[in-house]
């Protein structure tokens, strides 16, 4: 119920779309756990990819004119343990996915169990209203909604890189 509460108060925060987690000053000391990619838009997925990275990559592929884009995944180093085994996170950033061909900052950041979520340019300035996309309510609408596969609000297990090598 309490958690329930403090979501819902986090959800509220996001209509008004600040980012909530904090722009992460130090990415060049953590440690690159995962590099993935957004196909570019005329990409025809094959039709085994999971229902949840079609919806993903349709949410992100417009990113970078459609040309597609190196998506890399970062993690502070006192937080690899925790994301090894896909939480729960103790406070602070846990982990920051940076469309690298356009330089945008995904964040998420723990704080009392509960995910918080930031989209920022690689300056710091806080782009969460600059397209639909990015605002945070529909961060939580994607790592909330898919419970299965989304553990203490982060998502990446299996790669859209590997569907492309199989
Ligand atoms: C439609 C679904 C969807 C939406 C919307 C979405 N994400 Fe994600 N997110 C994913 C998936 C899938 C991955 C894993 C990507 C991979 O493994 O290549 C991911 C990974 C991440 C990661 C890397 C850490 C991890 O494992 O979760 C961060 C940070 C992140 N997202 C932040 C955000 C933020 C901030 C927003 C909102 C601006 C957002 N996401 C919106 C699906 C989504």
Not at 96 to 108: G, L, M, N, S
Request: with cysteine.
């Amino acid at each position: 119920m309490i958690k329930s509460l403090f979501f819902i108060f986090f959800l509220f925060l996001g209509l008004f779309a600040e980012s909530l987690a904090s722009f992460p000053k130090n990415i060049d000391k953590m440690v690159l756990v995962k590099e993935s990619i957004i196909p570019a838009k005329d990409v025809v997925l094959p039709k085994e990819t999971p229902l949840f990275l079609q919806e993903t990559v349709a949410m992100y592929n417009w990113i970078n004119n459609g040309k597609g884009t190196k998506l890399n995944i970062f993690v502070p180093p006192e937080k690899i343990e925790e994301y090894a085994q896909h939480g729960p996170y103790s406070d602070g950033i846990t982990a920051v996915a940076i469309y690298e061909d356009q330089d945008i900052v995904f964040v998420t950041e723990h704080l009392s169990g509960e995910p918080l979520y930031g989209t920022y340019d690689r300056y710091g300035n806080d782009i969460s209203n600059a397209h639909p996309s990015f605002n945070i309510k529909v961060c939580y609408e994607c790592h909330r909604g898919y419970r299965d596969i989304c553990k203490y609000g982060t998502c990446a297990n299996s790669s859209i890189i590997n569907i492309f090598n199989k």
